[in-house]
Structures are given as C-alpha cells and as structure tokens.
C-alpha cells in the first residue's frame, strides 16, 4: 500500500504565493509521473500541473507562468509553487502519482490520490 501526504494548504490574500508538497511512502517499486489537480464545488477535478520521472512538466494554461511543479526523486515528494495567486484558484488541490508498487511478490501499476489540501485566496 501507498499513501500520498500533502500539506501547504491555507489561506492567501491575492498576489500571494504558496507552496504545496506531497510525500509518497509505502511500497514503492518506482513512482512515474506526479501530478497536482484541483476541484471546486460542482465541477469536475482539473489538471493543474504534472512531471514525469524524466522532469517534464505539464501546466494548464490557466496557471502557466505562475505555478511551478518540481519533484525531489530521493525523497519521493512533489511539490506546487504558486505564485501570484488568484480568487480563483481557489479549491482543494489533490496529490496524483503514478506509479509501480510491491503487492503480494509481485509489482503493478496503480495510480493513488492524496486526501486534498484547501487553498483559499481572498480577493
């Protein structure tokens, strides 16, 4: 079993920044792409930026040039930097990873979410 951890969230007036980390640890045989994505009430999660083990990244247009999403491999941990934060970007941002996990002697693929971390900005 896995489990993604993050944490960052909060609140930030506009113009802000903040810095969202997710920590993967379990049984992990090698983790692939990570990702963020967020989700408001009554719309469907969208992506907000991804990375391959390779470190190449993926933003939707909507934060390119405000976000930045890095990964620290030793650590099994990525990260979101947000800055100039808007209103909306408010929502719950939710860890994804990609992965191949150890599971009864054997590995597999498996894709895990984290639990959410709220970001609120105020205008």
């Known amino acids: 079993q896995v489990q993604l951890v993050e944490s960052g969230g909060g609140l930030v007036q506009a113009g802000g920044s903040l810095r969202l980390s997710c920590a993967a640890s379990?049984?992990?045989?090698?983790?692939?792409?990570m990702g963020w994505y967020r989700q408001v009430p009554e719309k469907q999660r969208e992506l907000v930026a991804t990375i391959t083990n390779g470190d190449v990244t993926n933003y939707a247009d909507s934060v390119k040039g405000r976000f930045t999403i890095s990964r620290d491999s030793a650590k099994n941990t990525v990260y979101l930097t947000m800055n100039s934060l808007k209103p909306e970007d408010t929502a719950v941002y939710y860890c994804?990873?990609?992965?191949?996990?150890?599971?009864?002697?054997?590995?597999?693929?498996?894709?895990?979410w984290g639990q959410g971390t709220r970001v609120t900005v105020s205008s």
């Open positions: 379990g049984s992990i045989f090698r983790l692939n792409a």
């Open positions: 994804n990873a990609d992965l191949v996990e150890y599971r009864g002697g054997g590995v597999f693929s498996k894709n895990y």
